[in-house]
């Protein structure tokens, strides 16, 4: 009986889990080296060789790495300061409302939501015009689609940091990292002892696997940078997307090139991070 | 197999009650970004290459000048030409030419909010139905630059696999006939222009579009058609498209 349940289980995970996955990859690879897609004609190595010489996929890899390690680092340290700091007061109803409400909003809507308050015609700037701080559109600061993503960051940070928090604070419960602290004290410790040598240490090594994947999952967010970003260098589901979409069919190929390789570095990142520490994931 | 089913002319818009004199050639949109910095872009997507395509064949000195077969001297020689002139300017366009929108349905926002003076669009601008929803204050106007903007169709077509050909082909009859080519003009519709002549067709269908409510704002295709363009070759869309991108976004 119970051989059989893990068996179905098995089938499941691979119906579900590994199939659709598997055949996209597969497919993205043929397309890539132009063994399927209507104007392709037999197996080339021009749209990886093309992808490589023109360097954008390299610039537009770094530039969302920047983008999605800035988000996570300013939402992970967010995060711990509040939890550290206003961890008593998130028990009250309201407020752990208002902290946790960012959670629920898609990426997409967060995205129209930067735009509508931060663009140069938007409410901020509307805002400072009555104000009299500005008196044209353009002397607004910019915020969306500018040159430091700004408004991308900003956006992942708000709908990142509430996560942390909750995550945080679920550890800092079922770790007794208060109990550590106390404990600490008793032993002569002073606050900067206790903070940096107890309670961040534990808090992070249980949750650093999870930090990671945010990353990776930053790494491939679309709908934001889509919204907020600017027209070069793109975020990379962005950069994807507008090579598989472009007029000339001819080279549609290249943006498989891209997902492909794309792919296989975030399949590989994935891999590094279970294999050394596979543990504390499943132990939240 | 194809059939023409709509055709329309792309203009220019802007507000008459902030620009009464908008540009109508790339001389005078010099002018016009120096004196207002910030309220000119070019939307990087179909209706921004096809403004892009009036430049050119504004540099090749006549409407007729992109006619004919793609010339791959004649495109290198007036894209360089065009390329000099947007990075020579694009520091006075929208963000100083540091970035161009995605879309343009971002221009028509932006010109709705007044961030943008000048905007395009297909079909005689598009404005007609956006100053009736209110998004576009009543003052909105559309015109052709003086070299022409591009005129075209847009075709249905049966692909040539297609498993039930006769049924397409009712569908299409369908649709280029004079009652569906009616109600895909009336303003309150598609607002799309006929392709059928109308002087051919029986007396009771003539009076029937001739009595139809006019346009209140969209300028009709009549009176902007002097000054239209034949659309090119696809090649230079496809070379624009490509080369915009790495001689003006990524400089």
């Known amino acids: 009986m119970n051989s059989k349940q893990s068996y179905i289980g098995l089938i499941f995970f691979i119906l579900i889990g590994v199939l ?30 093309e992808v490589f010489a023109s360097g954008e996929f390299f610039k537009s890899f770094a530039y969302s790495a920047v983008i ?29 409302f208002i902290i946790y ?24 700037a509307r805002l400072a015009y009555q104000l009299g701080w500005i008196t044209e559109a353009r002397q607004f600061p910019d915020f969306v689609n500018d040159q430091y993503a700004l408004g991308i960051i900003l956006t992942f940070i708000t709908v990142v940091a509430p996560f942390f928090v909750l995550l945080f604070l679920n550890v800092y419960k079922n ?15 002073n606050p900067r002892q206790v903070l940096w040598r107890v309670s961040l240490p534990v808090i992070l090594n249980k949750t650093w696997t999870l930090i990671a994947l945010y990353f990776i999952f930053l790494l491939g967010a679309y709908e934001v940078p889509l919204i907020l970003g600017q027209e070069s260098p793109q975020m990379l589901s962005v950069l994807i997307i507008r090579e598989i979409k472009q ?8 943006g498989y090139v891209v997902a492909v390789i794309y792919t296989l570095l975030v399949s590989l990142a994935a891999v590094l991070l279970f294999s050394r520490q596979n543990r504390t994931a499943h132990e939240l | 197999m194809e059939c023409p089913w709509s055709i329309g002319q792309f203009a220019l818009v802007y507000d008459s009650a902030h620009t009464p004199n908008p540009p109508r050639n790339l001389d005078e949109l010099e002018a016009y970004v120096k004196q207002n910095p910030g309220t000119f872009t070019i939307s990087n997507d179909f209706s921004g290459m096809t403004l892009l395509k009036s430049f050119l064949a504004e540099l090749s000195g006549s409407p007729e000048g992109l006619n004919g077969p793609f010339d791959e001297e004649k495109y290198n020689q007036l894209s360089q030409q065009l390329w000099d002139y947007i990075n020579r300017n694009k520091q006075y366009f929208w963000k100083e030419g540091t970035t161009f929108p995605k879309e343009h349905t971002k221009m028509d926002q932006m010109f709705a909010s007044g961030e943008l ?10 404005i007609e139905e956006k100053v009736r929803q209110g998004l576009f204050p009543k003052t909105t106007r559309a015109y052709a630059w003086d070299n022409g903007t591009i005129l075209n ?27 569906a080519q009616f109600q895909k003009a009336h303003v309150d519709g598609m607002n799309s222009n006929t392709v059928l002549e109308i002087d051919r067709l029986p007396d009771e269908r003539q009076q029937k579009f001739e009595a139809a409510p006019k346009r209140m704002y969209a300028p009709e295709m009549e009176t902007l058609s002097q000054k239209a363009i034949q659309e090119p070759a696809p090649e230079y869309m496809i070379r624009l498209y490509e080369d915009f991108r790495t001689e003006v976004i990524e400089q």
């Open chain 1, 175 to 189: 770790e007794r990292v208060q109990e550590l602290e106390e404990l600490s004290y008793s032993l002569g410790a």
């Open chain 2, 117 to 126: 003076g000048i905007s395009f669009g297909f079909g005689e601008g598009g």
């Open chain 1, 101 to 124: 409400l960012p959670l629920a909003v898609p990426g997409v809507v967060a995205g129209f939501f930067t735009f509508q308050l931060l663009a140069k015609a938007g409410f901020f």
């Open chain 1, 68 to 96: 999605a390690a800035v988000s996570v680092v300013i939402s992970v340290s967010l995060a711990l300061w509040l939890t550290l700091k206003f961890r008593k007061e998130f028990d009250q109803k309201f407020l752990s």
């Open chain 1, 20 to 49: 659709p996955f598997a055949s996209a990859f597969i497919y993205a690879l043929l397309y890539s080296f132009g063994i399927v897609g209507i104007v392709n004609d037999g197996f080339t190595t021009r749209f990886w060789a």
């Open chain 1, 247 to 254: 007029y000339d069919l001819s080279k549609v190929s290249e």
């Open chain 2, 153 to 179: 169709a847009n075709y249905l077509g049966i692909p040539y696999n297609s498993a039930n050909r006769a049924g397409a082909m009712t569908v299409i009859n369908f649709l280029i006939s004079p009652e």
